[in-house]
């Protein structure tokens, strides 16, 4: 600056350094207390709504512990350990109050999840899957039932899998298609349905490794890939050219009907039968498999409600078994409506 040969120019370069502090605040509240002389009774003056124990949480402590417990997969006793690092030992909730915030979510937005129910059901296409939960060391099952754009996502705990499993979720009342990974439960409901080929390309790898000596499965899983790639390419058209889609059409038959002459000249084994009954599986459910031609809503593969549960499975995994249903349960609610608020408000930390 002090230097002659060297003149202000019109740029300027800006940096910043960002730092996160956390400010305890409490405020206490009196109350004088009048006594009657007479009948003895003693009166004082109304506290403001929530103040009702000596020591009261406000909803910003709250919500902190709740994401961090339910939506982050943080054990209670490390939550509780978080917030007390973080406030210098000033602040330690207990285990029981973290404990019950859950239920606590859960109990306030029966409204929000029966809204986001209706809209589920009022969807073209809809996601569904299930996967294992543990109580008491017992099976259970978490049933997920998703949009395709995942914008609205619910969550079900059940004691069984199958039809019984199915009761009570979207996917018992729906009336559009639905995208699953071949339980054949899901064949039951819906109008239509969707082989999500993820799974189907995965299946015909491991056959391709385990029955080297035949060629069908080699010969699928690159026309597989082929009809994906097109339909990528045709994204947000109405609809694909008919006449390429029967091409798809009679070179898929014409591969299975290489996989039966293949079987007939060497038998399936029977330590490894899983290629014989893919095969047999492909034959059967050919219009399932290959819906996503016919229709561009149709996705190809189900990893909408495979992303959905992998955010249950990381908290299944931290609490290992759950003390109860009801537990799983008021989780499975939580998350639900969590995903709703998050994606209606990204900023998360203001709701």
């Not at 209670?76 to 859950?102: A, E």
Request: glycine share 4%; hydrophobic share 30%; net charge neutral.
């Amino acid at each position: 600056a002090e230097d002659p040969d060297f003149k202000k120019t019109k740029k300027i370069i800006t940096k910043q350094l960002v730092s996160i502090e956390m400010i305890l605040h409490v405020t206490e509240y009196q109350a004088d207390v009048y006594r009657n002389s007479k009948t003895g009774e003693k009166v004082h003056a109304a506290f403001p709504a929530g103040v009702v124990d000596d020591v009261n949480y406000d909803g910003s402590i709250k919500s902190l512990l709740f994401l961090l417990n339910t939506d982050c997969a943080v054990s209670i006793d490390k939550s509780q350990r978080f917030l007390s690092d973080l406030t210098g030992g000033k602040l330690k909730i207990s285990r029981g109050m973290i404990n019950k915030l859950c239920r606590e979510f859960s109990s306030k937005t029966e409204t929000e999840r029966k809204k986001i129910f209706a809209d589920l059901l009022s969807c073209p296409v809809l996601h569904t899957d299930c996967t294992n939960a543990r109580v008491n060391g017992e099976s259970a099952y978490v049933f997920v039932c998703a949009s395709s754009d995942e914008e609205k996502v619910l969550y079900f705990a059940r004691e069984k899998k199958g039809h019984e499993g199915v009761k009570g979720t979207v996917t018992e009342d729906f009336r559009g298609i639905l995208v699953h990974d071949h339980e054949i439960t899901f064949y039951r409901y819906g109008s239509a349905h969707q082989e999500c080929l993820a799974h189907v390309e995965r299946y015909l790898k491991d056959s391709m490794e385990n029955e080297a000596s035949l060629t069908w499965n080699r010969r699928m899983r690159e026309l597989l890939q082929r009809m994906i790639h097109y339909r990528k390419e045709h994204t947000g058209e109405a609809s694909l050219d008919a006449q390429t889609v029967a091409g798809f059409e009679t070179e898929y038959q014409e591969i299975l009907d290489k996989a039966k002459e293949e079987y007939k000249r060497n038998e399936p084994s029977p330590y490894y039968r899983e290629g014989y009954n893919l095969y047999r599986r492909m034959q059967e459910y050919k219009t399932e498999h290959l819906l996503f031609l016919h229709d561009m809503r149709v996705p190809t593969t189900n990893n909408t409600a495979e992303r959905c549960l992998r955010d249950y499975k990381r908290k299944q995994t931290f609490a290992m078994t759950f003390r109860s249903l009801e537990s799983i349960e008021e989780l499975c609610h939580s998350k639900g409506v969590l995903l709703e608020v998050r994606k209606n408000n990204p900023n998360i930390g203001s709701v």
